[in-house]
Structures are given as structure tokens and as C-alpha cells.
């Protein structure tokens, strides 16, 4: 779907382990954004791990928007949404999910960001953390042009970011 300065692509992605896809600059650079987790999104070693709710499995679709300004939460779509900054030092990113045999070339390169190399918003939604899900609208990754701002949580319903917000239970991250 496109729409004026926004762009959504549906993705699948091959997962072998450890419930995560990946989010990566094109040219192999790291970020020089600073390791954080907030929930479901991890910033570390250049790289964004986005957790999914199932450990492994074969194409399972995922939805990214890239955007030239906020395109807004789906509140109401969504049992959890978290926002963190990302700085793409080269305004080029790919995504894979977590897998033994990695290809960059099977990679899905997203299209460029709107504002070439900067700061920049990741809203990433999930729905059916609970459940084990893994259905089409599950996972939905927001990408915009941002000044820098505070990690937030916009909205934390399931079980699962409830555990993650305990910090007496181990992995949490809120």
C-alpha cells in the first residue's frame, strides 16, 4: 500500500530460533544509536532484534510502514506498542529473521527513509504475544523522521509485557 510519503510492505520471514527478526543497515554499518530494550524492541551491536511471539517458524508475515512523518499508533489494533530511536547512519535499511544459514541476499531491503541518514522513530506493534500468534497484522513495524526522544510505551495489554515490565522477572525490559 502507498499512500502520499508512506509506503507499507507485507513481508514473511524465516525464524530458526530465538523469536526475533532483524532489522540491519544496508551496508553492513552499525548505529551508532545506544544499546536499549524497551519490551519487544532491542538496539544492540548495530542492530534492532524486533521479538515475535513464536521461537521458530516459516514465513511469518510481518507489515512495515516507512513514513515521512508519524503515521500514527493503531491503538486499537494492537495489545502492545513501544517507541525507541534509531539513528541509520546511512538511511538504507534491510530486515531477516533470525536464521543459522543467513543470506543477505534474500533480505528484504526496506525503501530508503525519507530523510536519508538520521534519527528516527520505530513504533513497533504486537498483537497475539499471549497466544503464540503468528497471523498476518500480528507484528506491524512503523518507521519516520524523529528529533530524538525518550522510549516510551504506548500501550502494554498482554500478559507477556506485563512479565516484561516486572523487574524481578528475568529478560525484563520495560
Known sequence: MTEQGIQTLRLEFDVDDCSMVHLLEQDGGESPSPARRLGDVEIREGLVDLFISVQWGNGIPFTVTVADRDPGPGLDDYEDITEIDYYSPSGR???AGFTFDWDEEKAPRLPPLPAGPGNY?????????DSESCGEGDYHLQIWPSAPAEPVVLKATSHHATQMRDPGVV???F
Do not use: D, E, I, S
Open 93 to 95: 535499511l534491510m530486515m
Open 171 to 173: 529478560g525484563g525490559g
Open 121 to 129: 522513530r520505530l513504533r513497533y506493534h504486537v498483537r497475539g504475544a
